[in-house]
C-alpha cells in the first residue's frame, strides 16, 4: 500500500442513506484531514485531527461526523446529505511538529466522488 | 483568514515549451509556507514544490521551479520543458508556519493543457 488511501473511490447515496468514507494512511503520520473539493471552489478543509484529537471542525454541519479510532485511519460518517453535498472528498495526513515550526507538508489520497440523489 | 487567488483558470502550453502559473495570496503573517500542488486527472493530488517564506531563494525540483516575491505577495510556478504529463489542474496553497495551525489555504486552481 503507498501514502494515502481512500474508499470508496465513487459512492451514490439517496438524502435518507447513511454511508461513510474511510481513509487510511501507511505513513506514519500523527495528523489527518479532510476536505471537499467542489467545483470551481478552492478546497475546504473540514474536519483536522492531531494525535487521534480533533482540533478543527469548520463549521461542518453535523450529518458529516468524523472518526479517527488510530493515527492511521480516518472516517467520515454522512447521514441525510443534500444535494449540494456532492462533491469530492479528499484525505490527507501529515506528520505535525509541535515544537518550533513545521513544514507540515500534506499528502492527499485520491479522493471519494460523492454523489447525493 | 489567508486568501489565494489564481487568476488563471486555464492556461495551455505546447509541449517542451515553459509555461508559468500565476498566484497571489493575501496575509498578515511574516513566516509561513507556500505549496504548488498538482491534481491529474486521476484525482491524487501531488506535491510539486515548497517553499519556506524565509528563504530567499527560490525552490527548484527537476523541471519546476518559483519565483517568490515575498513583497508583492506572489508565488508563480515555472514548468520547463513541459511533457504531457504534466496536464493537469494546478493549485496553489498557503500555511501558516505557527506550529499550531493546521489550515491549508488553497486557490481555485489552473486547468494546463499540453499541446503535443
Known amino acids: 500500500e503507498t501514502g494515502v488511501t481512500q474508499t470508496p473511490r465513487h459512492l451514490v447515496m439517496g438524502m435518507t442513506n447513511k454511508k461513510s468514507l474511510k481513509c487510511e494512511q501507511h505513513?506514519?503520520?500523527?495528523?489527518m484531514y479532510w476536505y471537499k473539493q467542489s467545483a470551481k471552489k478552492p478546497l475546504e478543509l473540514m474536519f483536522v485531527?492531531?494525535?487521534?484529537?480533533?482540533?478543527e471542525n469548520n463549521s461542518v454541519p453535523s450529518r458529516f461526523s468524523p472518526e479517527c479510532p488510530n493515527s492511521s485511519h480516518l472516517f467520515l460518517h454522512l447521514h441525510t446529505l443534500q444535494p449540494e453535498d456532492s462533491a469530492l472528498y479528499l484525505c490527507?495526513?501529515?506528520?505535525?511538529?509541535?515544537?518550533?515550526?513545521?513544514?507540515?507538508?500534506?499528502?492527499f489520497g485520491p479522493g471519494t466522488r460523492l454523489t447525493v440523489l | 483568514a489567508q486568501t489565494v487567488t489564481q487568476s488563471q483558470p486555464e492556461m495551455s502550453v505546447q509541449e517542451a515549451e515553459t509555461v508559468t502559473l500565476s498566484c497571489t495570496y493575501d496575509?498578515?503573517?511574516?513566516?509561513?509556507?507556500l505549496f504548488w500542488y498538482k491534481q491529474p486527472p486521476s484525482r491524487q493530488m501531488i506535491l510539486v514544490i515548497r517553499?519556506?517564506?524565509?528563504?530567499?531563494q527560490n525552490a527548484t525540483e527537476n523541471r519546476f521551479s518559483v519565483n517568490f516575491q515575498k513583497a508583492a505577495k506572489s508565488f508563480s510556478l515555472k514548468i520547463s520543458d513541459s511533457q504531457l504529463g504534466d496536464a493537469a489542474m494546478y493549485f496553489c496553497?498557503?500555511?501558516?508556519?505557527?506550529?499550531?495551525?493546521?489550515?491549508?489555504?488553497f486557490g481555485t486552481g489552473t486547468r494546463l493543457t499540453v499541446i503535443p
Open positions: 490527507a495526513s501529515s506528520q505535525v511538529i509541535l515544537q518550533g515550526t513545521s513544514t507540515d507538508t500534506q499528502y
Open positions: 505513513l506514519g503520520h500523527n495528523a
Open positions: 485531527y492531531n494525535f487521534k484529537e480533533q482540533t
Open positions: 496575509t498578515s503573517e511574516s513566516d509561513y509556507y
Open positions: 517553499q519556506e517564506a524565509y528563504k530567499q
Open positions: 496553497a498557503y500555511r501558516s508556519a505557527d506550529s499550531g495551525a493546521n489550515n491549508l489555504f
